[in-house]
């Protein structure tokens, strides 16, 4: 997993309620088990027209907002359905954070896990985060986490937390993969030992 930087990047706004896993990446694109490729999907539902155009209203299909990096989002994004795919199509299409009142815990856990910083705000903070996203190629916000703030376009900062061993694995890069490696020397040791003391197996 890479490690997780400093992002400066355009913020969408996304202010709607429940957005959930299907929204996110519809179940026909479940079929497979890569993580390249789903960002054309996602919120395919809402993104397109039934003719397959893209619905011009959506806010990722406007020009100010076809690069973001950041989604200022209403309460208890990401809830519904535990698909892995929601945080890939994400990450895919190039979303590095999603800030929000509220996450769903499958969906918050699995983004860590893929790179990927769901913060939480209250909603006096995001009211003013979303107005700075809705500032179309103005609604540029910076994500330190390092020093967990957000800094908006005027120069306002805001702080959030953040539990202190996801933060550390964000910024190392270490997904679950990489931490079992770190322990890497130990089990070989290990393995070394039972193979002397239980050949057998």
Same mark, same amino acid.
């Given at each position: 997993?890479?490690?997780?930087?400093?992002? /400066?990047?355009?913020?969408? &706004?996304?202010? =709607?309620?429940?957005?959930?896993?299907?929204?996110?990446? &519809?179940?026909?694109?479940?079929? /497979?088990?890569?993580?390249?490729?789903?960002?054309?999907?996602?919120?395919?539902?809402?993104?397109?027209?039934?003719?397959?155009?893209?619905?011009?209203?959506?806010?990722?299909?406007?020009?100010?907002y076809r690069k973001a990096s950041i989604i200022v989002a209403a309460d208890n994004f990401g809830c519904g359905s535990s698909r892995e795919h929601a945080p890939w199509a994400l990450n895919d299409f190039g979303i590095k954070v999603i800030i929000s009142t509220s996450f769903a815990d499958i969906f918050y856990n699995n983004s860590f896990k893929n790179g990927m910083l769901p913060i939480r705000v209250n909603e006096d903070t995001l009211a003013k985060l979303m107005d700075d996203a809705e500032r179309g190629q103005n609604a540029t916000l910076t994500i330190d986490l390092e020093n967990q703030t957000i800094s908006g376009p005027d120069?306002?900062?805001?702080?959030?937390?953040?539990?202190?061993?996801?933060?550390?694995?964000?910024?190392?890069?270490?997904?679950? =993969?990489?931490? /079992?490696?770190?322990?890497?020397?130990?089990?070989?040791?290990?393995?070394?030992?039972?193979k002397t003391s239980q050949p057998w197996l």
């Open positions: 997993m890479k490690k997780f930087e400093t992002v /400066t990047g355009v913020a969408a &706004p996304m202010p =709607i309620r429940n957005i959930d896993t299907d929204m996110i990446i &519809p179940k026909q694109f479940l079929k /497979t088990i890569q993580r390249e490729g789903l960002g054309v999907h996602l919120f395919d539902e809402m993104r397109y027209l039934d003719d397959g155009s893209e619905n011009p209203e959506f806010v990722l299909n406007k020009d100010a120069g306002g900062t805001v702080s959030f937390e953040i539990d202190s061993f996801r933060k550390k694995c964000l910024l190392e890069g270490l997904d679950d =993969i990489g931490l /079992t490696q770190q322990k890497s020397a130990k089990i070989a040791d290990f393995e070394a030992k039972q």
